[in-house]
């Protein structure tokens, strides 16, 4: 099973700031299947990102993933207000399961 | 648009059962695999069951195998999760999702519903 694991636990940014999610898997993903959600409070979670840098329907060019291997990142180029939530890395390489990271909790500082 | 809506949640004692529910709309049911996730209160996420487009073939996770079945009536556009044998850890909510599926249940959530809460608790 690929476990992986995400940082930090949580990040105060300001509005405007750039933010930078890390999500490291335990062995690597093969063919970039990794995928990027974002929760907010009370609400399901909502696709982001897809092959670890293609943009899901609908959301904003600011949102940006890269990365390969063992590692991926989440950017986030200048962060808005409805920005501030949880994200959580999927990788759909080894399956099953397709395991989730534990998730970044993006706050306002 | 994409709509799914979970519904059957509820309070159940501990080792009850219940039977969720999940009406798709918006695209074509019967030619999407989908999937069960469920959240934990306060806790991240957990892919339990899949399953593909014609029904025939289901997966679990190992925490659930044995005690939960998925499946579909694509006549009725509506996805299925049978809970059996619950403990205190199947407290969460629990999200329909629909999956852009890579064969080999190597997949991700591309629409979720809102989810549905069991509790499971005497």
Same mark, same amino acid.
């Given at each position: 099973e690929i476990v992986? +694991?995400?940082?930090?636990? +949580?990040?105060?940014?300001?509005?405007?700031? #750039? @933010?930078?999610?890390?999500? #490291?898997?335990?062995?690597?993903?093969?063919?970039?299947?990794? @995928?990027?959600?974002?929760?907010?409070?009370?609400?399901?979670?909502?696709?982001?990102?897809?092959?670890?840098?293609? #943009? @899901?329907?609908?959301?904003?060019?600011?949102?940006s993933g890269s990365g390969s291997g063992t590692d991926f990142t989440l950017t986030i180029s200048r962060l808005e207000p409805e920005d501030f939530a949880v994200y959580y890395c999927q990788q759909y390489d080894s399956s099953p399961p397709n395991t989730f990271g534990q998730g970044t909790r993006l706050e306002i500082k | 648009e994409v709509q799914l809506l979970e519904s059957g949640g509820g309070l159940v004692q501990p080792g009850g059962s219940l039977r969720l529910s999940c009406a798709a709309s918006g695209f074509t049911f019967s030619s999407n695999a989908m999937a069960w996730v469920r959240q934990a209160p306060g806790k991240g996420l957990q892919w339990v069951s899949g399953v593909n487009p014609d029904g025939i073939h289901t997966n679990y996770a190992d925490s659930v195998r044995g005690r939960f079945t998925i499946s579909r009536d694509n006549s009725r556009n509506t996805l299925y999760l049978q809970i059996n044998s619950l403990g205190a850890e199947d407290t969460a909510i629990y999200y329909c999702a629909k999956v852009r599926d890579y064969g080999d249940w190597r997949f991700y959530f591309d629409n979720w519903g809102q989810g549905t809460l069991v509790t499971v608790s005497s």
């Amino acid at each position: 099973e690929i476990v992986l +694991t995400q940082s930090p636990g +949580t990040l105060s940014l300001s509005p405007g700031e #750039r @933010a930078t999610l890390s999500c #490291r898997a335990s062995q690597s993903v093969r063919s970039k299947s990794l @995928a990027w959600y974002q929760q907010k409070p009370g609400q399901a979670p909502r696709l982001l990102i897809y092959d670890a840098s293609s #943009r @899901a329907t609908g959301i904003p060019d600011r949102f940006s993933g890269s990365g390969s291997g063992t590692d991926f990142t989440l950017t986030i180029s200048r962060l808005e207000p409805e920005d501030f939530a949880v994200y959580y890395c999927q990788q759909y390489d080894s399956s099953p399961p397709n395991t989730f990271g534990q998730g970044t909790r993006l706050e306002i500082k | 648009e994409v709509q799914l809506l979970e519904s059957g949640g509820g309070l159940v004692q501990p080792g009850g059962s219940l039977r969720l529910s999940c009406a798709a709309s918006g695209f074509t049911f019967s030619s999407n695999a989908m999937a069960w996730v469920r959240q934990a209160p306060g806790k991240g996420l957990q892919w339990v069951s899949g399953v593909n487009p014609d029904g025939i073939h289901t997966n679990y996770a190992d925490s659930v195998r044995g005690r939960f079945t998925i499946s579909r009536d694509n006549s009725r556009n509506t996805l299925y999760l049978q809970i059996n044998s619950l403990g205190a850890e199947d407290t969460a909510i629990y999200y329909c999702a629909k999956v852009r599926d890579y064969g080999d249940w190597r997949f991700y959530f591309d629409n979720w519903g809102q989810g549905t809460l069991v509790t499971v608790s005497s």
